[in-house]
């Protein structure tokens, strides 16, 4: 994956990934399945059962599409920290003391199936911490 390179959805091509678009989708998304879920509960009230259907539908719709966008950022991280191990294998750099070599020092499964908990730490200062990863 190159930086800065379009990343293509389907058919369609869309503007790089960055941290504050994913936030805006992110906030949008939430903002929708509450939206919905209001509706929902003021659907209750009412005695039209079509308009329950298509409510319940757009619901599930919007909690599956909220899943995809979560795995997508698990994705998207996981592939940012294998490309930034790859551009430098001395490590990177420490968020504490700002010294090369901070990288994983150890993986193992975590509780949640299918996910494994890394742990970065640096030489220098000592830092540790634990990240939880998705892979694929």
């Excluded at 920290?81 to 504490?96: K, M, S, V, Y």
């Amino acid at each position: 994956m190159v930086p800065g390179a379009p990343v293509l959805l389907g058919e369609y091509a869309a503007a790089p990934y960055t941290d504050e678009v994913m936030t805006d989708l992110t906030s949008s998304l939430s903002q929708a399945l509450a939206l919905a879920t209001r509706l929902r509960s003021m659907s209750e009230k009412m005695k039209e059962g079509e308009f329950k259907r298509i409510l319940d539908a757009l619901l599930l719709d919007l909690a599956e599409m909220q899943l995809q966008l979560d795995e997508l950022l698990n994705e998207n991280a996981a592939l940012k920290g294998q490309a930034q191990e790859q551009a430098n294998p001395q490590g990177q750099l420490c968020p504490r003391c700002g010294e090369l070599g901070w990288r994983v020092s150890r993986s193992r499964p975590h509780t949640t199936p299918g996910v494994i908990a890394q742990t970065y730490s640096c030489p220098k200062c000592g830092l540790k911490e634990e990240t939880l990863v998705k892979p694929k």
